[in-house]
């Protein structure tokens, strides 16, 4: 069975020194409708949106943000035309294990992985669960695996519970901003759903704010507007503030907030282009 500690009660990452790199990932793409992801947006128009991580490499060690699709679900015919049944919903995993080869591609080790970081339990982020060793945290919201538990309806809290159930698989909870090694902070952006989080990471000469669903488009932080859904419709207002505090940051020196589904937004097209 799962593991589930509060993170006060955890061992340490382990992780030496300050963030060195980041390693942007892109790991499969999701057509979204433009009201989805922008309040006010058009129902319309539709977005070929990435499914984004990130590796964080220390002096010593490594994190991932976030973890894409569990692309077993996606390949397999009949378990993807079970759980994915929602209209106009098409996700795309390109060919091979994109988290995998891609942590390959960057020179890291699986090995060194620390832990894994968790900004929400939707089912486009939770795919580096099934990779975990016990002694690799998957850090998440307190609040957020309540909702886990607790949400009525897997498929109306876009999340599948299999993916935060095997015998190797330690979750840490979090309670809202936490200091999780030097250089690498969880802010609580919760809105989007009960227990979302963004990610900052202090490297050198400047800051990369990594903003989950907080914020999918730059367009959210720019225009201080939320994505358009909210896993509790009376969290409107949370999520509102949430982008105030995003867009906040964005405004400060060396500080940028990368919104986590932007097909425009360089570092992610970088990828698509460049492979
Ligand atoms: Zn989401």
């Not at 949430?242 to 932007?262: F, G, K, M, N, Y």
């Amino acid at each position: 069975m799962t593991t589930v500690v509060s993170w006060a009660d955890a061992a340490p990452l382990a992780l030496a020194g300050r963030p060195v790199r980041l390693v942007p990932l892109v790991l499969g793409f999701e057509p979204i409708s433009e009201a989805i992801s922008l309040r006010g947006g058009s129902r319309f128009r539709h977005l070929l949106e990435p499914v984004t991580a990130a590796a964080v490499e220390f002096e010593r060690g490594w994190v991932l943000i976030d973890g894409g699709f569990d692309p077993a679900r996606l390949r397999d015919p009949v378990r993807r035309a079970a759980a994915f049944t929602y209209e106009n919903y098409l996700p795309i995993v390109p060919p091979g294990d994109p988290l995998v080869d891609q942590i390959a591609d960057a020179g890291l080790e699986w090995d060194a992985l620390a832990g894994a970081l968790l900004s929400h339990a939707h089912f486009d982020h939770t795919g580096a669960a099934r990779l975990l060793r016990p002694h690799q945290p998957l850090l998440m919201q307190r609040r957020e695996w309540d909702h886990v538990r607790t949400a009525p309806s897997e498929r109306d809290a876009f999340l599948f519970r299999d993916d935060f159930e095997h015998p190797d698989l330690t979750i840490a909870l979090l309670d809202g901003d936490v200091e999780l090694a030097a250089g690498l902070r969880a802010l609580d952006t919760a809105g989007h759903t009960p227990g979302h989080q963004s990610f900052a990471v202090g490297l050198p000469g400047r800051t990369v704010v990594l903003a989950g669903d907080a914020a999918d488009l730059r367009k959210n932080i720019e225009r201080r507007v939320p994505t358009g859904s909210t896993a509790d419709p009376g969290h409107e207002e949370l999520a509102v503030r949430a982008i105030e505090r995003l867009a906040d940051l964005d405004a400060q020196a060396l500080t940028d907030v990368w919104p986590s589904h932007d097909p425009e937004w360089a570092p992610w097209r970088e990828i698509v282009e460049g492979r």
